[in-house]
């Protein structure tokens, strides 16, 4: 990210560059103000394509054009797939030859680095993978915020509301705009500022419905299964959600039996360290044969779905009141 600070600082462009990850915030922020950078606001010689199937040529075709009273053209590319997949060769073929009065700029969710345009992309520009970002990072950032706001924030409040919003840059944006609002004249945000205003992620429900289902509280599991629906979150979603958690508990026991602690679990999970902290609390309540238990019965149960022996609902209701607890 810092090639990309320098390039819009200096106004010095690479001809393509390739905006990737899973921090769609970040994406989002970079995308506009490489946008706006490049293009000065000049609308007659910017344009936008979004999706697969793309006309390649007539892009082609675009960017061989000189730019029309202007010093640059520039071509965003959003969610095309190209560096996934065969189909790219119309532009592989042509980025080492467009002019420098153009210049390229991909948006992408998933890319495979092993792809030629992927490749081609590093050699003559510049790719920049958008990461979710620590605990530490995530509470420097939130912190100036709150800081512009006239706000401060103790340490253990933060993790507080940290724990609450996750690690959705977007998530916290809007969590930190409702705590500004609600201090008031208030300089200093609390405990219980977090606490009455900040909405729960969905995963944390999650984690509390899999302690339920660890605890045999069948009727507390299938009271937040209900919170969810109502909440419109999809049967489909929470199968998948209670998935990754038991997937996640699994990684952990692996790594606490080979004498990992918080921090190499967060590290190699990619989780905040209050978050692996709870999960390496929350494994110790199954053995490794009860957690590949519920982690098979989970593929089962999406399975019976997709092959319509199941309704989605019903899935997931068999799978909270299922009792694997001698596994």
Known sequence: MKVLEQDIKTRQFKPVYL?????????????????????????????????????????????????????????LIE????????????????????PDTTCMVFVESQVDKRSRLYKLVKEKGYA??????????????????????????????????????????????MELEKLICYAGDETVISDADVEAVCTERVTNRIFDMVAAIAGRRTKAAMELYEDLLALKEQPM???????????????????AAQGGDRGIVASKLKLQPFVAGKIISQARSFTREQILSY?????????????????????????????????
Request: aromatic share 8%; charged share 30%.
């Open 19 to 75: 905006i990737y990850g899973d921090e769609a915030f970040l994406k989002k922020s970079y995308k506009n103000r490489l946008k706006d950078a490049i293009s000065s606001g000049d609308t007659m010689n910017f344009h936008y394509f979004e999706g697969k199937g793309l006309d390649l040529q007539e892009i082609v075709s675009l960017a061989d054009t000189m730019p029309f009273f202007g010093e640059r053209r520039l071509i």
């Open 128 to 173: 920049a993978e958008m990461e979710r970002q620590d605990s530490r990072k995530l509470a420097d950032w939130a912190g100036r915020i709150l800081a512009q706001s006239g706000k401060r924030i103790t340490g253990r409040t933060m993790e507080l509301f940290l724990s609450k919003t996750g690690d959705d840059m977007e998530n916290i944006r």
């Open 237 to 255: 979603r929470i199968l998948f959600l209670i998935a990754r958690q038991f997937n996640q508990l699994l990684q952990v026991k692996e790594l």
């Open 295 to 327: 982690v098979n019965l989970c593929v089962e149960m999406e399975e019976a779905v997709k092959t319509g022996r199941l309704s989605d609902r019903l899935a997931v209701e068999l799978l909270i009141t299922k009792d694997l607890s001698q596994g």
């Open 79 to 98: 969610d095309s797939g190209l560096f996934k997949g065969s189909g790219a060769e119309p532009l592989i073929d042509y980025l080492p030859q467009m």
